[in-house]
């Protein structure tokens, strides 16, 4: 295994422990369950999940490193007739019970191409990840925390970086069909390669500092908003919010549609899904009220720091 691989397995476990760890002490009654799983293809990974929980109504954290031949889905996207691949990440995504809470939702990855089966030639490499908060009502000042937070790390690595890679996350993050953000964006990077600026370490580093970004960004705004009053109208406007949500996850996000083409663990990919959500038809919130000033937020991107 390169030291790149070993040390960023590493990281991820030890990332997922140190986010598990936090939530739960949060939430003071939801435990997290584990799942560990075998991929038939090579590798495997640990599922944790926490459901109707005190603060966290569901909340899954996962690691994975999978590895083998290239899915045929995959061989036709890079435009190779055969190869291998190495990939190992944390995804997480966070719904809180009180709509006062944001969801949010982070990932951070590593990915290599081989072109022989016992994969010492590696042909490509590279990082992948971000993180986005998905407000249900706004408050200006999270939303620029979460920001802040993120650029702070960013710029350790160059002052390019944020600006870059929240124009990604703005773009990304967006529900076409709809003419709406998901949310209120965050970062977004991919195919993070070695370049004339910066090495695969280098690349390595930023997406391991980001990743520890995280509690960080998030934690912070939870414990602010966990003790919020909350009523059933607001309730039910966040179930009609996570329809976005899941809208979002079905039809756009590469990351479940990655899995459902490679025949990913269904369990770990509908994860992501929130428990309660709701479609009414042709709903519209009332002008004038935070439903409202929420949606003309999420049309069009906003600069939060």
Not at 63 to 81: A, Q
Request: hydrophobic share 30%; with cysteine; glycine share 8%.
């Amino acid at each position: 295994m390169s030291l790149i691989k070993k040390k960023f397995t590493e990281y991820i476990r030890n990332l997922q422990n140190e986010i598990c760890t936090a939530l739960e002490q949060i939430d003071g009654k939801g435990k997290f369950r584990e799942d560990e799983w075998q991929r038939d293809g090579g590798g495997g990974g640990h599922t944790r999940v926490i459901e109707k929980g005190e603060v966290f109504e569901k909340a899954g954290v996962n690691i994975s490193t999978v590895h083998g031949e290239l899915p045929d889905p995959i061989k036709k996207h890079f435009n190779v007739d055969k190869g291998w691949f190495w990939a190992g990440g944390i995804s997480l995504v966070i719904h809180p019970e009180n709509p006062m809470i944001p969801t949010v939702h982070a990932n951070f990855r590593y990915f290599e191409l081989y072109d022989d089966k016992k994969m010492t030639r590696r042909s490509d490499g590279w990082f992948g990840g971000g993180a986005d908060l998905t407000p249900y009502y706004l408050w200006k000042e999270d939303a620029r925390h979460f920001h802040q937070t993120f650029k702070n790390a960013c710029d350790q690595h160059g002052a390019d970086l944020y600006p870059k890679f929240k124009k990604q996350c703005d773009e990304y993050f967006y529900n076409s069909h709809r003419e709406e953000a998901r949310g209120v964006g965050g970062l977004f990077f991919d195919y993070l390669r070695e370049d004339d600026q910066r090495s695969l370490t280098d690349w390595h580093a930023f997406t391991e500092d980001t990743g520890h970004a995280f509690i960080h960004s998030y934690l912070p705004i939870v414990k602010k908003r966990m003790n919020a009053p909350y009523n059933t109208k607001q309730r039910y406007w966040q179930e009609i919010r996570r329809g976005r949500y899941v809208e979002f996850n079905l039809i756009h996000d590469r990351g479940t549609l990655f899995g459902l083409k490679t025949k990913g663990r269904i369990e770990s990919i509908f994860m992501s899904l929130p428990p309660r959500v709701r479609w009414d038809y042709d709903f519209h919130a009332k002008p004038g009220t935070r439903e409202a000033e929420l949606i003309d937020v999420l049309k069009k991107p906003r600069e939060w720091v």
